[in-house]
């Protein structure tokens, strides 16, 4: 009896060594799982909550780039900002938002008629639900290039290295034609509102940023009849776009970014600033390019000449200044790159 007891005993601490030599060498996989499922007698399930699919994170490296922006423990200041669980996107699987968000939410600009449950719910009739899959994984690279408007960019010829990130973020009316040399000319993610929508070619996702409710009923409106015409002011009311490919960023990340990035500065955070947070979550390596005032301290986009310079540093609903403040600390935090001449 006590010579099977060894036997056991020694079994189990062989598998021990086992489980412990195979998360050293196989650190970077999900064979943990497998190892414990090993060691566990036949017809005894896993336990409760132990993962099968997905990544295990053992050494601490979130993805499969040299540096993963989703990485903690390496700025404390990053990681009091940051929150790995915030869905940037809305799918419709996960329309329910909480009640301090539709709040905060809809008092933004003021929308009236249908409740947010119908219009999501028409929404997902018109464009497809987008897999949630924001998570960083360790078997991919995510490279990000998110690309602003600055007049920054002009004589930059930065163009070429915009175009070799897998993921090229563009904003509102940003135009490459004529520009190419110095912004590029790939687009995969093109974020928008009403106010500042243009057609995309195909392939292209369209990002919606709802600043109201009265935004996610124009884009179901824009995709198909066209009846929508005026937001608080005449808008675009057809727009060419992949159905497929429309993402409709979710008023719970507003306010995340709101809160706990621009910290209230501002009525809430720029298109600039919710494309940059927004990278941050969909994103493994992020570069920034034409972010804030040209050489000359002038603010203004590189496709115009604004004789009004600094006009938009401060337009009384958001901070550019505080929010430059926030992208230089996440460039000297080594959480981005931010490129400039």
């Known amino acids: 009896m006590h010579c099977k007891r060894k036997i056991c005993l020694c079994a189990l601490l062989c598998g ?8 050293q060498t196989m650190h970077r996989t999900n064979f943990l799982p497998i190892a414990m499922a090993a060691l566990l007698p036949v017809g005894v399930a896993m336990p409760a909550g132990t993962p099968s699919e997905v990544t295990v994170e053992l050494d601490g490296v979130s993805c499969g780039c040299e540096t993963c922006v989703a990485d903690l423990g390496q700025s404390e ?5 940051y929150e790995p669980q915030q869905q940037p996107f809305l799918t419709a699987q996960n329309t329910s938002l909480p009640a301090l968000t539709l709040k905060w ?3 933004l600009q003021r929308s009236t008629g249908e409740t ?3 219009v999501l719910e028409k929404m997902f009739q018109v464009i497809s639900s987008p897999l949630p899959d924001w998570p960083p994984r360790q078997d991919r690279c995510r490279t990000c290039a998110v690309v602003g408007n600055s007049g920054n960019l002009l004589g930059s010829k930065f163009g070429p290295l915009i175009n070799s990130h897998t993921t ?4 509102n009316k940003a135009t490459t034609l004529g520009f190419e040399e110095d912004v590029g000319n790939r687009t995969t993610h093109h ?8 057609d995309l070619p195909p392939g292209v996702h369209l990002v919606l940023l709802p600043f109201k409710l009265r935004d996610i009923q124009w884009v179901v409106s824009a995709l198909t009849t066209g009846e929508i015409k005026s937001t608080y002011m005449r808008v675009k009311n057809l727009v060419k776009a992949d159905k497929d490919k429309v993402i409709v960023v979710n008023p ?5 970014t ?23 979550h969909i994103c493994d390596e992020v570069s920034v390019f034409g972010y804030g005032a040209d050489q000359k301290g002038n603010w203004h986009h590189y496709w115009e000449k604004n004789k009004l310079s600094g006009a938009f540093r401060k337009t009384g609903v958001h901070s550019a200044d505080f929010e430059m403040q926030v992208i230089k600390k996440l460039a000297a935090e080594g959480k981005i790159k931010l490129h400039t001449v």
């Open 16 to 23: 021990i060594l086992f489980v412990m030599i195979a998360t």
């Open 77 to 81: 200041w990053f990681d009091q900002h």
């Open 105 to 107: 939410w809809m008092r």
């Open 116 to 118: 947010v449950e119908e």
């Open 168 to 171: 090229v973020i563009r904003m």
């Open 191 to 198: 974020i928008l509102y009403p106010e500042s929508a243009v």
């Open 252 to 256: 719970t990340f507003f306010k995340y």
């Open 258 to 280: 709101h809160d706990k990035w621009t910290e209230h500065h501002g009525r809430y955070p720029s298109t600039g600033m919710l494309a940059l947070i927004f990278s941050l």
